[in-house]
C-alpha cells in the first residue's frame, strides 16, 4: 500500500528548490555576543556543563533561587550551537512525549505530568514576559493531521478523550490549505512556536544579568571527585564545584555508566525564503499553528515570523556506533525527501525555494522522554533523553536538577517520571540492528494502514521501542 508521501514530484523540481540553500541552521544564521573562553582554574558553587536550553534554564533559577550562589556555565562550543539551536521551535505543555506515551508508561501519574506541563508552559510564558526575552514567542496551538484515511479514527479517539478538538477534512483545510489533511486535531492552548536559538540567546543574556559566568569554546573532557568538591578538567584547566549539572544532551556522558541510556539519531530540516503575500494567502494559515502529521515517520512544520516554512522530520536516521559526527548531517538523500514532501503537501507552492537545509542529533532513550539521576554523593546531577520534545521540558527538567541537589523532596522530585529510570540500549551491533529493525517496521506500519507487527507490538508490551 502506498501513502500520500510515495507520490510523484518531478526530480528537477526538486533539484531546483535545494540548489540555492544554504547549509547550516537558519535560526544560527544570526548575531551573536562572544561569551570567554576558559583559560585557567577556578571554582565555583554550581558548575553547568552544557550551554543549551537545560543548562540555561538551570543556571537561571539556581541564580533566582539564590543571587548569592557562584554559578559558571561551559559549552563547548558556543551557546544554543546544538540542539537548541537547530530545533522546530515547537514549545509543547507536554513532559511525556506526548499523552499516549505517558498515560502508558504512567498511569496513575499522567493527570499530574499533564498539568505541571500546562503549568510549566504558562509559567515558561510568564518568565519570559517578565525578563523581557525577544524570542518570538506566539501561543499559537497545534495541528496534529491526518494524511492517511486510518489516521483519521485516532484522531477521532483523541478527541473523545478530551485531547483536543476534532476537525473534519473541511474544517482542517479551511485552516491550512493542503489536499493532504484529511482530518485534524486543534490543541488550541497546549503549544507555543518560538524562534529556538533567539531563546537561548536570550536566556543566556538573563544568565549573565543575574551574575552567572558563561564560558564558550570550553570542552569538559573528565569529571572527578574529591571529599568536599566535584573536579571537572576543560581546556586543560580544573574547575572546582560544591555542585555539578551535566547538561549535555546527545553528547558522550561524562559518567560513563550513562552512556548506554540514550542513542543519538539524526533530524533534518529545510526551511523556505520568505513567502510572498500571495503565496502565504495561497496556503491560508492564518492562526500559524504548530502541525505536525500522524504518521509513525512524521513530519512537522510551521511558520516564521518572516513567513518562511520550517519542514522537517520524517527520516530519523541512527549511525552504528553511536557516535556525534559533522558528517552524517548533509544527506542529500534525506533533503531530497523532505523536498518532495513539502511539494505534495503544498502543490501550491511549486515555485517556493529552499533558503536553508540542517541537521541535528537527537538524545533518544527508550522511553522517548527526559530521565534523571543523581551521582557522585548526590552531588552530581543530570538530565538526558528529551528525544526531540525538549524545548519546553527543558525548563522543568532544569528545576528538577536542581530539586535533586536541594536534597528535599518536592512533587516533582517523588513523580515515578523523575524516580525511575528507562532500560539502556544494547551495546553494538544489537543496538544498532535493533533500531534498523524497528525503523523498518515503523515504515512498514505507516504503509499498512497502521497495522503494527510482531516486533513493534512486542516492544509496545515491554515498554520500549523506536520513536521517530
Not at 430 to 440: E, P
Amino acid at each position: 500500500m502506498e501513502t500520500v508521501f510515495d507520490g510523484y514530484v518531478d526530480p528537477a523540481l526538486v533539484e531546483r528548490s535545494l540548489a540555492g540553500s544554504a547549509f547550516g541552521s537558519m535560526w544560527l544564521d544570526l548575531e551573536r555576543p562572544e561569551h570567554p573562553t576558559l583559560s585557567q582554574s577556578t571554582a565555583c558553587d554550581l558548575l553547568i556543563v552544557g550551554g543549551g536550553y537545560v543548562g540555561l534554564w538551570t543556571a537561571l533559577h539556581a541564580a533566582q533561587r539564590d543571587p548569592d550562589r557562584r554559578i559558571v556555565v561551559i559549552d563547548a562550543h558556543r551557546v544554543g550551537w546544538a540542539a537548541s539551536g537547530r530545533n522546530g521551535g515547537f514549545v509543547e505543555a507536554s513532559l511525556t512525549h506526548g499523552h499516549e506515551n505517558g498515560k502508558t508508561r504512567w498511569p496513575n501519574e499522567i493527570d499530574r505530568l499533564e498539568a505541571m506541563g500546562v503549568e510549566n508552559l504558562d509559567g515558561m510564558q510568564a518568565e519570559i514576559e517578565r525578563l523581557g526575552l525577544d524570542v518570538e514567542w506566539q501561543r499559537s496551538g497545534m495541528l496534529a493531521v491526518a494524511t492517511e484515511p486510518h489516521q483519521v479514527a485516532w484522531l477521532q479517539e483523541s478527541a473523545a478523550e478530551g485531547d483536543g478538538e476534532f476537525l473534519d477534512g473541511e474544517a482542517v483545510r479551511a485552516e491550512v490549505h493542503s489536499p493532504t489533511f484529511l482530518a485534524g486535531l486543534l490543541e488550541a492552548d497546549t503549544c507555543a512556536i518560538v524562534h529556538p536559538a533567539k531563546l537561548a540567546l536570550e536566556l543566556a543574556r538573563a544568565c549573565t544579568e543575574a551574575g552567572v559566568t558563561i564560558y564558550e569554546h570550553t570542552n569538559a573532557t573528565s569529571l572527578s571527585s574529591g571529599t568536599a568538591s566535584i573536579q571537572v578538567a576543560a581546556n586543560g584547566a580544573v574547575i572546582t564545584a560544591k555542585q555539578v549539572v551535566l547538561a549535555t544532551n546527545v553528547f558522550p556522558h561524562l559518567l560513563r555508566r550513562n552512556r548506554f541510556h540514550t542513542v543519538p539519531v539524526y533530524d533534518y530540516v529545510l526551511s523556505t525564503e520568505p513567502l510572498t503575500d500571495a503565496q502565504v494567502q495561497s496556503i491560508g494559515w492564518q492562526n500559524r499553528q504548530g502541525i505536525g502529521d500522524s504518521a509513525n515517520q512524521f513530519h512537522y512544520y510551521r511558520m516564521t515570523k518572516d513567513n518562511r516554512i520550517v519542514f522537517g522530520g520524517y527520516d530519523a536516521v541512527y549511525h552504528f556506533g553511536r557516535k556525534v559526527d559533522a558528517k552524517y548531517e548533509d544527506r542529500q538523500e534525506t533533503y531530497r525527501r523532505l523536498a518532495a514532501h513539502f511539494f505534495i503537501t503544498f502543490p501550491q507552492l511549486e515555485d517556493v525555494r529552499f533558503s536553508h537545509r540542517w541537521a541535528g542529533a537527537i538524545d533518544t532513550n527508550t522511553r522517548f522522554c527526559a530521565h534523571w539521576g543523581l551521582a557522585r554523593d548526590d552531588r552530581v546531577a543530570y538530565v538526558n533523553g528529551f528525544t526531540g520534545l525538549g524545548v519546553g521540558a527543558a525548563r522543568f527538567a532544569a528545576d528538577v536538577c536542581l530539586d535533586l541537589l536541594g536534597g528535599t523532596p518536592t512533587p516533582r522530585t517523588e513523580l515515578q517520571m523523575v524516580r525511575q529510570k528507562p532500560l539502556p540500549f544494547p551495546p553494538e551491533p544489537l543496538a544498532s540492528v535493533g533500531i534498523q529493525a524497528t525503523r523498518w517496521s515503523l515504515d512498514r506500519a505507516d504503509h499498512s494502514a497502521g497495522h503494527r507487527n510482531v516486533l513493534l507490538r512486542t516492544l509496545d508490551a515491554l515498554g520500549l521501542g523506536f520513536d521517530s
